[in-house]
């Protein structure tokens, strides 16, 4: 079974870092792109930046750009988003994405809070 887990997220000040990780599982890594969304509260969810099995980068959010750095790791199946000068609005939960030729798979989320 595909499995994406999540973790990294907590509690940070403004200004500060996180970096969330996420590891796949149950299918053949490295063939696919990869993606970080985003849900704040009241909000739909949204794309924040994806990942071709190349490892080229693509940031789907403006306000991102510059801040947030996506990166995989395809030896030991990981996908990784840096995410440094924090602001509150990016506050929410981040889900790791795996799109497969079959479905698109979702982790469970890592919860960051910027105050």
């Known amino acids: 079974d595909v499995q994406l887990v999540e973790s990294g997220g907590g509690s940070v000040a403004a200004g500060g870092s996180l970096r969330l990780s996420c590891a796949a599982s149950?299918?053949?890594?490295?063939?696919?792109?990869m993606a970080w969304f985003r849900q704040a509260p009241g909000q739909e969810r949204e794309e924040v930046a994806e990942i071709r099995a190349s490892g080229a980068p693509r940031y789907l959010v403006d306000s991102v750009k510059g801040r947030l750095t996506i990166s995989r790791d395809n030896a030991k199946n990981t996908l990784d988003l840096q995410m440094d000068h924090l602001e509150p609005e990016d506050t929410g939960m981040y889900y790791c994405?795996?799109?497969?030729?079959?479905?698109?798979?979702w982790g469970d989320g890592t919860q960051v809070t910027v105050s």
């Open positions: 994405a795996a799109d497969l030729a079959s479905a698109a798979y």
């Open positions: 149950g299918y053949s890594y490295g063939t696919n792109c």
